[in-house]
């Protein structure tokens, strides 16, 4: 069986290639777009207090390193892509190499933007707080390197897509199912990723403003970043269930679009809960290093915030699950 | 491959659910998250009403969700019942 009257070696190699090109394009929409905001805030916070322009730039680099690692992780994928021997060419290996590409593209975004949001806080934080630098920076340190769990997610999958044997497999519904699983995990990585770095922007902040409520601050940051992530936990197990069940073959449009439409519906269905339990999150964290004696009152209504936030996302991965096992 | 009519239906359908609920889930757990996150603001600046606050954000967040629950709807309407 063929695809647009392509022999299968071109057609794999032009999808190893169309992927390339998203997972780099859209790989580094994220991380620019952070590193800028980082630069953006360490140049308004060296204008504040230069006596501390080296340490707001020590920070500041940093901090961009780490937004950094999303979009390299963008670039082994598309490298990889670009350059790597095809052994079993033919319509599922086409679609699990667009898969891999568009999987890392998308889920570098929000990593990229969300740790660039921290890391430009955090300089600010400084310039207000030099006294406390050190631990801004740690904060800072441990609120991005959460952030970067989406995208690690997205590398996983990618990483699944571009080495998984398509040999033997009838070409359909399994090229859906991979392409969906792509998009399932690439997808939800953008709310989470960006959700995160919101709560651990304000954390920041809220160490400059009370250095004594570290504790209590982090200690929120990360309880919000955690509930956070699910999303994008959902968009891998259903990438998972997608990679890895055998489906039988069917050449019925209805077959493939169905898989399609599970991972679409995840995916995108991750992206708002990812980022409104940021922002709730955040709220809550804000507020911890203003009032540290109500953290307890604070963090029990963010995670019952949370959780209401989190429902629609649920809705999504039932709808996707239906979509893979009733339909 | 040529693709009979009723199949095109259901794909559409099937398509359709999807995206139906996964659109539909972006807005209600944005505005869900700035609802609690302006609940938490409250009640650190007046602790003394955390059960009024929670309260509210809990009413506010279900009319919220009523709109990811239409979603939903529409989307087991579309697997199940078109």
Redesign the interface.
């Known amino acids: 069986m063929t695809l647009l009257g392509l022999d299968n070696l071109t057609l794999t190699q032009t999808a190893a290639y169309v992927g390339g090109a998203a997972a780099m394009g859209l790989g580094a929409i994220g991380a620019a777009t952070g590193e800028g905001f980082t630069a953006s805030r360490a140049s308004e916070a060296i204008a504040r207090s230069e006596e501390h322009a080296g340490d707001i730039i020590k920070n500041m680099l940093v901090g961009q390193a780490i937004s950094e690692s999303a979009s390299i992780f963008s670039l082994v994928i598309a490298i990889l892509l670009l350059f790597m021997d095809i052994s079993d060419p033919g319509i599922v290996k086409a679609a699990s190499l667009l898969a891999a590409g568009l999987c890392m593209g998308f889920g570098a975004i929000g990593s990229g933007v969300g740790a660039g949001l921290p890391a430009g806080r955090s300089c600010l934080a400084i310039a207000r707080q030099p006294a406390v630098s050190g631990r801004i920076t740690t904060n800072m340190l441990i609120g991005t390197a959460v952030c970067q769990t989406p995208a690690i997610f997205a590398m996983v999958v990618a990483l699944i897509l571009l080495f998984k044997s398509a040999g033997g497999i009838a070409a359909f519904p399994t090229s859906a199912a991979l392409i969906g699983a792509g998009l399932s995990t690439g997808l939800a990585a953008i709310g989470s990723g960006y959700g995160g770095g919101m709560a651990a922007g304000a954390s920041c902040e809220g160490v400059a403003r009370q250095p004594e409520t570290t504790t209590a601050v982090t200690t929120t940051m990360l309880v919000g970043q955690a509930v956070a992530q699910t999303p994008s936990v959902f968009g891998l197990l259903v990438s998972f269930v997608l990679m890895f069940r055998s489906f039988p073959e069917s050449t019925a449009l209805s077959a493939s679009v169905g898989l399609l439409s599970a991972g679409l519906c995840m995916g995108l269905g991750g992206i708002g809960p990812g980022i409104g339990n940021g922002m709730t999150a955040e709220g809550a964290v804000r507020w911890v290093a203003r009032r540290v004696d109500y953290s307890g009152d604070l963090m029990r209504l963010m995670l019952v915030g949370q959780a209401v936030s989190q429902s629609t996302a649920i809705y999504a991965m039932v709808v996707s699950l239906v979509l893979i096992f009733v339909v | 491959?040529a693709?009979e009519g009723a199949?095109?239906v259901?794909?559409?359908a099937?398509?359709g659910?999807?995206?139906s609920?996964?659109?539909?889930?972006?807005?209600?757990?944005?505005?869900?998250?700035?609802?609690?996150?302006?609940?938490?603001?409250a009640?650190?600046q007046n602790?003394k009403e955390?059960g009024l606050?929670?309260r509210t954000?809990?009413v506010g967040?279900?009319v919220a969700?009523s709109t990811?629950?239409y979603?939903?709807v529409i989307?087991?309407l579309l697997?199940f019942v078109v």
């Open positions: 491959m693709i199949e095109l259901k794909a559409a099937l398509l659910a999807g995206l609920m996964g659109l539909g889930a972006i807005g209600p757990g944005v505005g869900e998250g700035m609802a609690a996150a302006k609940a938490c603001e009640i650190g602790p955390a606050l929670t954000m809990l967040q279900a969700e990811g629950i979603s939903l989307a087991l697997l």
